[in-house]
């Protein structure tokens, strides 16, 4: 157990829809990442906040959109769902006092778009 | 361009045999080097990590990598593969210089017979 916790686990959605994940980082630690892992793409990096602020971005598409709040955890939230959205969410969460970078790994939400 | 490759797409190796996974990367500086093991339906589990130091680094479950800055690689290495070991393995990188966001290779299945 990580210590990261991401809900749901599964989600089965329609196109054309609206969905928001969940996700809450270790204890201390306060920046999240957020990655797809589909078939296609492989493991891809989304998006990184810290401490409430957006940090860096990779290749999020503009229909999906993050954030941070006070107490840290964080949600992704897709809208206008396709069926290539369909692929495995991870949030991750590291240590500011650390020099390097160690993310710990939630364990994912699975997002099925029918 | 930045990236990881992670060559072998399958690996099918007997209990008992060792295994090597290998991966190389292209990056201007080096970066900080991670392998996660994924198991089926799981998220993701850090195996070990490289920052700087000896070039041979050791991490959980008896798994072992050589850092080669030479051939900008960091093999994954375990002398006897136990069942248990059957799972996908991903090699990744971090540049703090990027906001240590992580980078991985595609992927390599390892498939463990009897």
């Known amino acids: 157990d990580s210590g990261v916790t991401q809900t749901p686990k599964h989600l089965i959605t329609a196109t054309g829809q609206r969905v928001t994940l969940r996700c809450s980082p270790r204890?201390?630690?306060?920046?999240v990442y957020w990655y797809q892992q589909s078939l296609d793409q492989g493991l891809q990096f989304l998006i990184q906040y810290y401490n409430g602020e957006e940090r860096a971005k990779g290749n999020i598409l503009e229909r999906f959109s993050a954030q941070q709040f006070p107490d840290l955890h964080s949600e992704l939230n897709l809208s206008s769902l396709e069926l290539g959205d369909s692929a495995l969410y991870f949030c991750?969460?590291?240590?500011?006092?650390?020099?390097?970078?160690?993310?710990?790994f939630g364990p994912g939400t699975r997002l099925t778009v029918l | 361009a930045q990236s990881v490759t992670q060559p072998d797409i399958h690996i099918t190796v007997s209990e008992g045999a060792s295994l090597e996974l290998r991966c190389n990367y292209s990056?201007?500086?080096?970066?900080?080097l991670f392998w996660y093991v994924q198991s089926p339906g799981q998220g993701l589990q850090l195996l070990l990590k490289?920052?700087?130091?000896?070039?041979l680094v050791q991490g959980i479950k008896g798994f072992e990598a050589e850092f080669k800055r030479s051939q900008s690689s960091f093999n994954l290495r375990k002398p006897s593969v136990h069942w248990s070991d059957a799972a996908e393995y991903f090699c990744?990188?971090?540049?703090?210089?990027?906001?240590?966001?992580?980078?991985f290779g595609g992927g390599t299945r390892v498939l463990v017979k009897p």
């Open positions: 990744a990188v971090a540049l703090k210089a990027a906001g240590n966001k992580l980078t």
């Open positions: 490289y920052f700087s130091g000896d070039t």
């Open positions: 991750a969460s590291s240590d500011p006092g650390q020099s390097y970078n160690e993310q710990f």
């Open positions: 204890s201390g630690d306060l920046s």
């Open positions: 990056y201007g500086a080096t970066p900080y």
